[in-house]
C-alpha cells in the first residue's frame, strides 16, 4: 500500500510542476461528513475559485444527507466515495479536507501526502506522539501543503493579540491558561447492537481496534473513548491549547502534569470528564508555564470569558508583568493593564482560515500558512503529554531532542499503539 502511494505521490508531484497558474480553481475533497464535514463544504464552498469535487464518508446516510444539501444551494455535483483510498486515485483532486475522528487524521494525511494532493486536517491533527512526527514528515518529504484546522490562527485580532504579547506590552509574560468550561451531559450506557445498514465499520474502526459496534462509540461519541478520541482536552481544548502555546511562544515543555477524572456521571465514558493539566517551559534560561482545565458541568465564568449558548466558557488568559490579556472563543481579545487594570488593547475580528489553506495551495509557499502542519503537531503534542500523565499518575519529564520522556519506560510506550493491519502508519513515510 505504501509503495502504491509512493508511486502515486511521485506522479502527482511532477504532475503539479507542470500546474497552471495559481490564480486556477483549486478543487477539493471533504473526507468526513458528519457535522464538522457540513462545515467544510459549507466553508469551501463558499469561495471564490474553489470547487468540492469529491465528498467521502463510510455512512452512506451522511454521504445522502450532504449530496442532497449541496444540491439545494445549487453547487455541481461532486463524485462520492465510500473508500478514502479510491478518491485518492482520482486525478479531478487538488486537495482533501479532512473531518473524519481523531484516529484516522493522520494515516488519511500522509496517504493523501504519498499521493500527491494538499491536505487540510482537521483538529488534533495526530491521535499520539508518534504520528505527529510521522506526519510532519510526510508534508516535507511530499513538499505538500498540509495544515492544521486550528481557526485562531488566521484570526486578524488574534494575530494582533499575539503580537502585543510579544512587542512587549504586557512586560514579561510568563504564564498563559486555557479554559474548556462547557456544558456535557452523560452519554448513557448503549449495548453491543448490529452495525447500521451500508455502514463500512471496519474501515472506520481503521488504525483502531475493532470492537463490538455500540452506538456509543460511532458518530461524535467516538471522542470520549481512548481508541478513537483524546476526551475534551483534544476535541474542543486543543484550540485553546494551541492558543495559549502560541501566545506564551514556546514549543516543547520541560515537564508535564495532569489530574482529573469522571465525576458524576456512571457510563460508557472513558476520558476524564474533569481535568486539569500544567506544562513548564524553559526559554532562554527562564521558565514560563501554561496551565489547562476542562470542566464539564456547573462552573462560574471567568475573565469576562462567557456565558455563551448552555453557559460555556472557552477561552485563554495570558499574565504579564504589566498586565493580562484575555481571548474568548470568538475571534476576540481585550486587557486590562497594571494594578488598577484599566482596559487596555482589544480587539475582535473573525478568522479566514480556509481561504488562507487555499492561498497557500496557490502559492506553495508554507510560510503562508498560518497554522503550517508543524505548529498543529506541536500543539498536539502538549495534549497528548498530559493525557499520559493523567492516565499513568505522574509528572512527565520531556526530552525535546530525542522527543521521549525520561527514564518512563511505561509512558514512552504510550507515545505510540499497536496499529490493525493494513491501516498502519508507516515508520518510514
Not at 527562564?286 to 482545565?293: L, P
Not at 492561498?359 to 503537531?377: C, T
Amino acid at each position: 500500500m505504501n509503495r502504491r502511494y509512493f508511486i502515486l505521490g511521485a506522479a502527482a508531484v511532477a504532475a503539479k510542476a507542470r500546474a497552471q497558474a495559481p490564480s486556477d480553481r483549486v478543487r477539493m475533497a471533504v473526507i468526513g461528513l458528519g457535522g464538522r464535514g457540513q462545515n467544510h463544504i459549507d466553508s469551501w464552498g463558499a469561495l471564490p475559485n474553489v470547487e468540492i469535487t469529491a465528498v467521502c464518508d463510510v455512512d452512506p446516510s451522511h454521504t445522502d444527507d450532504k449530496l442532497g444539501r449541496i444540491a439545494q444551494k445549487g453547487w455541481k455535483k461532486p463524485t462520492s466515495y465510500g473508500d478514502f483510498r479510491k478518491l485518492l486515485e482520482s486525478k479531478d483532486i487538488d486537495a482533501v479536507s479532512i473531518a473524519t475522528p481523531n484516529h484516522w487524521h493522520a494515516l488519511q494525511t500522509i496517504w493523501a501526502c504519498q499521493a500527491g494532493k494538499d491536505v487540510y486536517v482537521e483538529k488534533p491533527c495526530s491521535h499520539n506522539v508518534f504520528e505527529s512526527k510521522q506526519i510532519v514528515a510526510a508534508a516535507r518529504k511530499y513538499d505538500r501543503i498540509v495544515q492544521q484546522g486550528s481557526q485562531s490562527r488566521s484570526s486578524p485580532a488574534l494575530k494582533e493579540a499575539v503580537e502585543r504579547l510579544r512587542n512587549g506590552e504586557f512586560g514579561e509574560v510568563y504564564m498563559s491558561r486555557g479554559l474548556c468550561f462547557k456544558w456535557r451531559d452523560t452519554i448513557g450506557k448503549t449495548p453491543v447492537s448490529a452495525v447500521p445498514d451500508g455502514v463500512n465499520y471496519d474501515l472506520w474502526t481503521g488504525p483502531a481496534p475493532k470492537r463490538p459496534f455500540t452506538k456509543n462509540r460511532f458518530h461524535y461519541n467516538w471522542h470520549w473513548f481512548w481508541d478513537t478520541g483524546n476526551g475534551d482536552l483534544g476535541n474542543q481544548g486543543i484550540h485553546e491549547v494551541d492558543i495559549a502555546r502560541w501566545g506564551l511562544g514556546v514549543t516543547h515543555p520541560t515537564k508535564v502534569t495532569a489530574i482529573g477524572g469522571k465525576f458524576m456521571f456512571d457510563d460508557d465514558q472513558e476520558t476524564p470528564n474533569t481535568m486539569t493539566a500544567a506544562w513548564e517551559f524553559e526559554v532562554e534560561g527562564k521558565k514560563k508555564m501554561m496551565n489547562f482545565e476542562v470542566r464539564h458541568w456547573m462552573t462560574n465564568h471567568e475573565a469576562g470569558i462567557g456565558p455563551r449558548p448552555a453557559d460555556n466558557t472557552i477561552g485563554n488568559q495570558f499574565y504579564g508583568s504589566k498586565g493580562y490579556l484575555v481571548i474568548d472563543n470568538y475571534n476576540k481579545y481585550y486587557s486590562f493593564m497594571g494594578r488598577d487594570q484599566t482596559p487596555g488593547p482589544s480587539g475582535n475580528q473573525r478568522d479566514t482560515h480556509f481561504a488562507n489553506f487555499v492561498e497557500g495551495v496557490r502559492s506553495r509557499k508554507r510560510a503562508d500558512l498560518n497554522a503550517d502542519i508543524e505548529e498543529g503537531a506541536l500543539s498536539c503534542n502538549l495534549m497528548h503529554l498530559a493525557n499520559i500523565s493523567y492516565r499513568l499518575g505522574r509528572t512527565l519529564h520531556w526530552d525535546e531532542k530525542t522527543l521521549t520522556v525520561k527514564g518512563d519506560p511505561e509512558a514512552n510506550r504510550m507515545l505510540t499503539r499497536a496499529y490493525r493491519v493494513p491501516y498502519v502508519v508507516p515508520a518510514k513515510v
